[in-house]
Every structure is written in C-alpha cells, then in structure tokens.
C-alpha cells in the first residue's frame, strides 16, 4: 500500500510557474515509477509526466514537454512536477500516481492522491 499526497497547487498567471509536490508514506517509494496526470471539468484524465523507480527513463506528454520538469528523491519519498511557462489549458486537477511499471496509461497505475488544483488566468 502506498498513500499519496499532492501540495503545491494555487492560482497562477499565464507565463508563470508552479512546483507541485507528491509525498508517498507505507510502502519502499523507490520500488514505485511515479507519474503525474490531469483531469480539467468536463474532459477525460490525461497523462502528463513518469518517472521510473531510478529516473532513468522519464516520459512527458507532448503538451507540456518543455514546459515541465518531473523529478524525484527518494530519500525524501517524494515526487516533484516543476510546471514553467504555464497556460491556461493547463489548468486541471493534478493527481500523482504509483506503479510497479513505467507508463502512461491510468490504467496501469494502482495508488492515486486525492487530487491538487492548478488554476493558470488568462
């Protein structure tokens, strides 16, 4: 079992930026790749960022590639999405994620956080 918890959502002008943060607690954070996925209202949740349990291989969306950064230390058990030149098609949810594979498929990813909203004003 492995609980998640994001921070570092808020309101930001387009052209800013934000640092989200995911802190994981009950199980060995590095066995876990981490990722970062995004559901705004009214659309489907997307993939925007994975790790892998080493960070040897990093995945982004074609969206936000260039813009943001994934990192992560696992000896602080934590996840990390650096998010520059924001628009405001990135305003979403943002959710962390935890998986014993590398990918960018919901589907493949077994622990969840509640959620940290990203609001980027025009």
């Known amino acids: 079992q492995v609980q998640l918890v994001e921070s570092g959502g808020g309101l930001v002008q387009a052209g800013g930026s934000l640092r989200l943060s995911c802190a994981a607690s009950?199980?060995?954070?590095?066995?876990?790749?981490m990722g970062w996925f995004r559901q705004a209202p009214g659309k489907e949740r997307e993939f925007v960022a994975a790790?892998?349990?080493?960070?040897?291989?990093?995945y982004y969306a074609d969206s936000v590639k260039g813009r943001f950064t994934i990192s992560r230390d696992n000896a602080k058990n934590t996840v990390y999405l650096q998010m520059n030149s924001l628009k405001a098609e990135d305003t979403a949810l943002y959710y962390c994620?935890?998986?014993?594979?590398?990918?960018?498929?919901?589907?493949?990813?077994?622990?969840w956080g509640p959620g940290t909203q990203v609001t980027v004003s025009s």
């Open positions: 790790i892998s349990r080493r960070a040897y291989t990093i």
């Open positions: 009950g199980s060995t954070f590095s066995s876990y790749a």
């Open positions: 994620t935890a998986s014993r594979i590398l990918s960018k498929s919901g589907s493949t990813y077994d622990y």
